[in-house]
C-alpha cells in the first residue's frame, strides 16, 4: 500500500532556529515528491518538488533532501522565523503511465515558532 | 496572474440549503480539482476536471454536483448537505493532469 509517513507530528522551536522534518514512503515508483506549507485554514503552498533524479532542491530558507534508495526525504528550515508556524506536509506522485495520478499526502508536521 | 481564488472565504449554510462555491484561475491550466479537507487530516481529492470535462469522481455524494463552466473556472454546488460535510474546501489546478497543482486559499464551509 501506497503510504507517506513524516515526523515529529509536531515540532515547537524559538525563532532563529533551524529544524529538519522528517518523511518516508512506501510509494514505488514515484514520480515527483512535494514538501508544502500549509498555514491553519488556507490552501497548501509549493515549496519545493524533487523528481526521483534529484537529491536536493532549495528554496530560499527551506531545503529538500531526498534519497531514493531509501525512500527518505528531508526539510532543513534555517534561521527560522514567526511566520514559518504551519503545517508542513510531503507529498509523493506515483509513477503512472494513465491520468489518475492521484496524490498520497503525509499527515503533516505542525511546527509552531516561538519568540 | 499566478493564483486561484476561490469564493466565498466563508460559507455558513443550513442542511436544507442550496449554495456554490466558485474556484477561478487564468494561469491558462487545463486540469482543475476539488478536494475536501478536515482538520488535522490531508487533503481529499473529489473531482478532477481535464479540459473542461469530468476526468474523475471519488465516489463523491450527489449532494455535491461540480460543474466546469469554461476553462478558467469551476463551480461545485451544494445541496442538501450534513453537518459532517463541514470542512475546507481546497481548489487547485495544474497545466494538465500530470503536471503540479497550484492551491486556492480554500472556503471554509460550515453545515448547521
Known amino acids: 500500500k501506497n503510504q507517506v509517513e513524516q515526523s515529529p507530528q509536531s515540532l515547537i522551536i524559538l525563532e532563529g532556529k533551524n529544524c529538519t522534518l522528517q518523511c518516508n514512503y512506501t510509494v514505488s515508483p514515484f514520480s515527483n515528491l512535494r514538501w508544502y506549507k500549509q498555514d491553519t485554514g488556507r490552501g497548501p503552498v509549493s515549496l519545493t518538488i524533487m523528481t526521483f533524479s534529484e537529491n536536493t532542491k532549495s528554496n530560499g530558507r527551506y531545503t529538500a533532501t531526498l534519497d531514493a534508495d531509501t525512500k527518505q526525504s528531508s526539510l532543513h528550515i534555517t534561521a527560522s522565523q514567526l511566520s514559518d508556524s504551519a503545517s508542513y506536509i510531503c507529498?509523493?506522485?506515483?509513477?503512472?503511465?494513465?491520468?489518475?495520478?492521484?496524490?498520497?499526502w503525509g499527515l503533516g508536521t505542525s511546527l509552531a515558532v516561538n519568540p | 496572474d499566478t493564483e486561484v481564488t476561490q469564493t466565498p472565504k466563508h460559507l455558513v449554510m443550513g442542511m436544507t440549503n442550496k449554495k456554490s462555491l466558485k474556484c477561478e484561475q487564468h494561469m491558462g491550466h487545463r486540469a482543475m480539482y476539488w478536494y475536501k479537507q478536515k482538520a488535522k487530516k490531508p487533503p481529499e481529492l473529489m473531482f478532477v476536471y481535464s479540459y473542461e470535462k469530468l476526468s474523475i469522481n471519488e465516489s463523491v455524494p450527489s449532494r455535491f454536483s461540480p460543474e466546469c463552466p469554461n476553462s478558467s473556472l469551476l463551480n461545485l454546488h451544494l445541496h442538501a448537505l450534513q453537518p459532517e460535510d463541514s470542512a475546507l474546501y481546497l481548489c487547485?489546478?495544474?497545466?494538465?493532469?500530470?503536471?503540479?497543482?497550484?492551491f486556492g486559499p480554500g472556503t471554509r464551509l460550515t453545515v448547521t
Open positions: 487547485a489546478s495544474s497545466q494538465e493532469i500530470r503536471y503540479e497543482q497550484y
Open positions: 507529498v509523493v506522485t506515483p509513477y503512472n503511465a494513465g491520468n489518475n495520478r492521484k496524490l498520497i
